[in-house]
């Protein structure tokens, strides 16, 4: 009999994204309801990047969705560092916003440390603002970042209590990795950050329970990096040619993760796919922070 190309069960990140909108969008009603309070976004583009442009879409058409009150501004890409700085400002004391955005990388030029660091924490719905990461890295409440905290949903959602779980996250970005890390440590996991200087990183893998791959190379992790029955949490976007060769030769591209989904999902346990795992999360946790900030800003509990 010939074997099955999967044993691994899909953590259905569309699945479960969809849910949390729903319940953001029953948030959103109640605050309505109960306080007269409309959550706002205010999401911010710099330049005309074509993967930027398509998220800041999707972030603009899901909280409307959810009947939240939404805004999107966009400014080119020579912008002068002064105006983006001026914006933020004015969004900072809006008090019809309630989650600024800024959507990352931003071109060359801007100063992307000083622009985070300008907006109101309070309103940081990216959790990007030093003080929401210290907050995070000290175990206080915080604004934490949207693709951390979906991989977190999923772990709890697919796993339940993690408690002594060993994790190796592999990245250690300040938008990816180290918040991860730091959301499994207060979920008691026992966790190793891995990076690129790290010494044998398939026996470091090769330890987890929960391997959470965050490094932006196609396909990097391999099926005897992991220990059998793990569970793997791909973050990878990353765009290469079709394998077929006819459409590769056309300049088609897809999207595929940072561990070899084939091989790894003969051996983990759980596995996330790319395409329709932790991306669509994303927007998701983001609607989520937005409420948050709203009721933590109106002094509701
Ligand atoms: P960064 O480039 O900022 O960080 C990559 C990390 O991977 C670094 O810490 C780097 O180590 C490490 N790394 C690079 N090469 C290796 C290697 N050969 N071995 C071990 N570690 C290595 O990327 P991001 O964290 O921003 O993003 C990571 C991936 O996640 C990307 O594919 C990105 O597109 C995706 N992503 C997906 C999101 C989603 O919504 N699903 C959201 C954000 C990102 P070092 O620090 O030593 O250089």
């Known amino acids: 009999m010939a074997e099955p190309e999967t044993s691994a069960k899909i953590i259905d990140g569309k699945a479960y994204a969809e849910r949390l909108r729903a319940q953001v969008g029953r948030d959103v009603a109640q605050l309505k309801a109960d306080y ?3 959550p ?22 899901h909280s ?16 002068a560092q002064a105006e983006l ?25 801007l100063d992307e440390r000083q622009v985070l660091a300008a ?10 603002h030093v003080v929401n990461a210290g907050r995070l890295a000290s175990g206080l409440p915080a604004l934490t970042p949207c693709t951390p905290a979906g991989c977190m949903i999923l772990l709890r959602e697919t796993l339940g209590d993690l408690t002594g779980l060993r994790a190796v996250v ?17 979920a008691d996991c026992t966790v190793t950050i891995a990076h690129s200087r790290t010494r044998d990183l398939a026996a470091v893998c090769r330890e987890a329970d929960i391997l959470v791959a965050a490094v932006g190379r196609p396909r990097m992790i391999r099926g005897d990096w992991i220990k059998p029955g793990a569970a ?70």
């Open 36 to 38: 007269k309070l409309q």
């Open 40 to 61: 706002g976004l205010a999401v911010v583009l710099v330049g005309e990047d074509p993967a930027s442009q398509i998220y800041v879409r999707s972030k603009g058409e």
């Open 64 to 79: 409307l969705a959810a009947g939240m009150h939404s805004v999107t501004h966009r400014l080119p890409a020579d912008v």
């Open 85 to 109: 700085l001026r914006l933020i400002g004015d969004l900072n004391t809006d008090p019809a916003i309630h989650g600024i955005l800024v959507q990352l990388p931003l071109p060359k030029g």
């Open 119 to 128: 907006i109101n924490p309070d309103k940081d719905v990216d959790g990007l």
């Open 170 to 186: 592999v990245g250690r970005s300040v938008l990816v990795g180290r918040p991860i890390a730091q959301l499994l440590l207060q």
């Open 232 to 301: 793997v949490i791909d973050v990878g976007i990353n765009r290469v040619p079709f394998d077929d060769p006819v459409k590769a030769a056309a300049g088609k591209t897809k999207v595929v993760g940072d561990v070899d989904f084939k091989e790894a999902s003969r051996v983990a346990g759980w596995i996330t796919p790319v395409p329709g795992g932790v991306g669509l999360m994303t927007v998701a946790v983001l609607l989520q922070n937005t409420v948050t900030a709203a009721r933590r800003l109106a002094g509701i509990d």
